[in-house]
């Protein structure tokens, strides 16, 4: 069996997060490393792989060079390669645009099973799993908190806020896995030594039949076309901590007569 992963190269988690003015968009020169929802899913892909005894773990990517480094933790883990799309016309794709861009990755490498974690730590979509089962014409199962493969058929437990939907699909399927599905493994010393030999292979997006059209700004559906704070809270008052903080919350509570 073959399973492609879908795996995002994210600003590190207490890496400082700002939108630039001029490109009005997140500013990814920050540090950064695997979108942690996504190291899940490459456990259960790895996981699957064992059970069975064969198959192949692709991981596939949209995203800068500096993804390779998160995808190389991914084949330190214990995944058999890694397809990076990296081109400079994809600079500020949006969810249409990503998704086009990564389907026609998926369908190049024609995989029996699609995982994805559930959302990407930085922009927090947890939508574009369902963009990409779309344009691959497969089906979906999102939030999956178990996963069984049998005869052909995904069997998944999807997390509900009451308890759990079973949904089986037939493969090909797309499957975005909730981060309570398994524990992810540390990669060994002996898995990062070997992630160095394994391929990693990056392409464009002529390589994928697309063009510049087709991803990028000219490719998405969103413009942003303004950034601004949020507007005063009105009656608000902020307090510094300069040691009598309590204090002060104290009496703007008091004089308020909500003690
Ligand atoms: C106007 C605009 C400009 C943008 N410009 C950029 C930009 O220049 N660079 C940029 O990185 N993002 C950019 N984004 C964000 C980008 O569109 C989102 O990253 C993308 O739509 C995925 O949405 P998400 O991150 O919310 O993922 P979610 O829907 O939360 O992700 C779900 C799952 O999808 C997978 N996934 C998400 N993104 C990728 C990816 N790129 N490759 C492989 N798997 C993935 C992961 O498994 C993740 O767990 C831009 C967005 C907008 C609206």
Same mark, same amino acid.
């Given at each position: 069996?073959?399973?492609?992963?879908?795996?995002?190269?994210?600003?590190?988690?207490? &890496?400082?997060?700002?939108?630039?003015?001029?490109?009005?968009?997140?500013?990814?020169?920050?540090?950064? &490393?695997?979108?942690?929802?996504?190291?899940?899913?490459?456990?259960?892909?790895?996981?699957?792989?064992?059970?069975?005894?064969?198959?192949?773990?692709?991981?596939?990517?949209?995203?800068?060079?500096?993804?390779?480094?998160?995808?190389?933790?991914?084949?330190?883990?214990?995944?058999?390669? /890694?397809? =990076?799309?990296?081109?400079?016309?994809?600079?500020?794709?949006?969810?249409? &645009?990503?998704?086009?861009?990564?389907?026609?990755?998926?369908?190049?490498?024609?995989?029996? =099973?699609?995982?994805?974690?559930?959302?990407?730590?930085?922009?927090?979509?947890?939508? @574009?799993?369902?963009?990409?089962?779309?344009?691959?014409?497969?089906? =979906?199962?999102?939030?999956?908190?178990?996963? &069984? @493969?049998?005869?052909?058929?995904?069997?998944?437990?999807?997390?509900?806020?009451?308890?759990?939907?079973?949904?089986?699909?037939?493969?090909?399927?797309?499957?975005?896995?909730?981060?309570?599905?398994?524990?992810?493994?540390?990669?060994?010393?002996?898995?990062?030594?070997?992630?160095?030999?394994?391929?990693?292979?990056?392409?464009?997006?002529?390589?994928?039949?697309?063009?510049?059209?087709?991803?990028?700004?000219?490719? /998405?559906?969103?413009?942003?076309?303004? @950034? =601004?704070?949020?507007?005063?809270?009105?009656?608000?008052?902020?307090?510094?901590?300069?040691?009598?903080?309590?204090?002060?919350?104290?009496?703007?509570?008091?004089?308020?007569? @909500?003690?």
């Amino acid at each position: 069996m073959k399973i492609a992963v879908c795996v995002k190269y994210v600003p590190e988690a207490n &890496a400082p997060k700002r939108i630039d003015p001029e490109t009005k968009r997140l500013d990814r020169s920050v540090d950064g &490393a695997l979108n942690p929802f996504d190291v899940h899913a490459v456990e259960e892909a790895l996981r699957i792989k064992e059970t069975s005894g064969d198959g192949e773990v692709v991981l596939v990517s949209l995203g800068t060079e500096r993804t390779l480094e998160a995808l190389r933790r991914a084949l330190a883990m214990g995944a058999d390669r /890694s397809v =990076l799309v990296a081109d400079d016309a994809a600079a500020g794709s949006d969810l249409v &645009a990503t998704s086009r861009v990564l389907s026609r990755a998926l369908e190049r490498e024609q995989p029996d =099973l699609v995982l994805f974690g559930q959302q990407a730590s930085d922009s927090d979509g947890a939508v @574009l799993w369902a963009a990409v089962a779309d344009l691959l014409h497969m089906p =979906l199962v999102s939030q999956a908190a178990e996963l &069984a @493969l049998t005869d052909g058929r995904a069997r998944a437990k999807r997390q509900t806020e009451f308890g759990y939907d079973v949904i089986e699909a037939p493969l090909p399927a797309v499957i975005a896995v909730s981060d309570a599905i398994n524990e992810p493994r540390y990669p060994s010393l002996k898995g990062i030594m070997g992630a160095k030999r394994k391929p990693q292979e990056t392409v464009s997006l002529t390589d994928l039949g697309l063009d510049g059209e087709d991803a990028g700004e000219a490719g /998405s559906l969103t413009e942003v076309y303004a @950034l =601004l704070d949020p507007p005063a809270r009105g009656d608000s008052l902020k307090i510094e901590d300069t040691g009598d903080a309590a204090e002060q919350i104290v009496e703007f509570l008091a004089d308020r007569r @909500l003690l």
